[in-house]
């Protein structure tokens, strides 16, 4: 998953996972049934009664009344294990636009569209090469386009925990894709954070 451009924190068992589910903003859980010390199906339904964040149940248990269970308990889709990497990435990315209000793949900027299942970004119908996590902040700014986002939500979003948030990383990034894409493309809000505020809309 890291290869694929996310930040990923790991936890060995369920009241570890637990604890950071209920600590951290996440974009998506996933989540396997079959946990120590607090089962996946436990941690659940302790989760889901403050937080909605969205996750995905990954387990060898490919039994119909297990699969009623996961989702009447609250997650948002299922996968049975062994499972196919590539659809395990689309359900991903397709539970990460839902909760942000965004159903589908496209997102078209003005001049710029975001491919959010290629993972591309094109400027006047020309591709723009971005570093993966590159690609990850316009990609979670345009998912929260008008938003002002703060740098510490953009941090606890596209870094892992052994990341140190003390660098100058994000504004590194901030730099190379104004370069990039145009220096307005992200506007700073000083004190407060970034955010992409272009006319914008979702296509298929």
């Known amino acids: 998953m890291r290869e694929e451009g996310y930040a990923i924190d790991t936890a060995a068992d369920g009241e570890e996972?637990?604890?950071?589910?209920?600590n951290s903003d996440y974009d998506a859980l996933v989540l396997d049934v079959m946990l120590p010390k607090l089962d996946g199906w436990q941690l659940l339904a302790h989760l889901r009664q403050t937080h909605k964040t969205p996750v995905l149940l990954l387990t060898a248990r490919d039994a119909g009344r297990d699969r009623v269970r996961g989702l009447d308990l609250g997650a948002d889709d299922y996968v049975v294990k062994p499972f196919d990497l590539a659809e395990l990435f689309a359900r991903l990315r397709a539970l990460i636009r839902r909760s942000a209000g965004q159903a589908r793949t496209t997102l078209t900027l003005v001049d710029v569209v975001i491919d959010t299942a290629a993972r591309t970004v094109l400027r006047a119908g020309a591709a723009i090469?971005?570093?993966?996590?590159?690609?990850a902040l316009v990609e979670f700014l345009a998912l929260h386009q008008g938003e002002v986002v703060t740098r510490t939500t953009l941090y606890e979003h596209l870094f892992d925990e052994g990341d140190s948030s003390l660098s100058n990383l994000l504004d590194v990034h901030v730099s190379n894709i104004r370069k990039k894409l145009g220096h307005?493309?992200?506007v700073t809000r000083r004190g407060h954070g970034y955010c992409i505020e272009g006319t914008g809309r979702a296509s298929s």
Not at 17 to 22: D, E, F, M, S
Not at 129 to 135: N, Q, V
Request: no cysteine; charged share 30%.
């Open 17 to 22: 996972g637990l604890y950071k589910a209920q």
């Open 129 to 135: 090469e971005l570093t993966a996590r590159e690609y």
């Open 184 to 186: 307005d493309f992200i």
